[in-house]
């Protein structure tokens, strides 16, 4: 199974961007997802998972702003991104759990955000 994330782009502070994370086979339906994000600089950070149950949790510097979603006919995670904040600029990886052991085994290359001032 590949991963191939799409949807970054530049947007404004107080804007939204959704980004999206198609896996190639149906089986990435099944499997837990999340997003990371590595700003310049600084480690990859988790922000966001989806459980292949359908339950979400979220770091507090995204809950409320970020959503997490599966379309499981399109094979398809999303991360829906409100009221983006500057310090939402990033590389933004999703990853998902193959064998539900914890480990992110499968990682779609990144894609851009910025979020400017």
């Known amino acids: 199974v590949q991963l191939q994330a799409s949807g970054g782009g530049l947007v404004q502070a107080g804007g939204s961007l959704t980004l999206s994370c198609a896996g190639s086979r149906r089986t990435f339906s099944t499997y837990a997802a999340a997003w990371f994000r590595q700003a310049p600089g600084k480690d990859r950070q988790f922000i966001a998972t989806l459980s292949s149950g359908g339950s979400t949790y979220y770091v507090d510097s995204v809950k409320g702003r970020f959503t997490i979603s599966r379309d499981s006919a399109k094979n398809t995670v999303y991360l829906q991104m409100n009221s983006l904040k500057p310090e939402d600029t990033a590389v933004y990886y999703c990853?998902?759990?193959?064998w539900g052991t914890g480990e992110w085994d499968l990682w779609g290359q990144g894609t851009q955000v910025t979020v400017s001032s």
């Open positions: 990853a998902a759990d193959r």
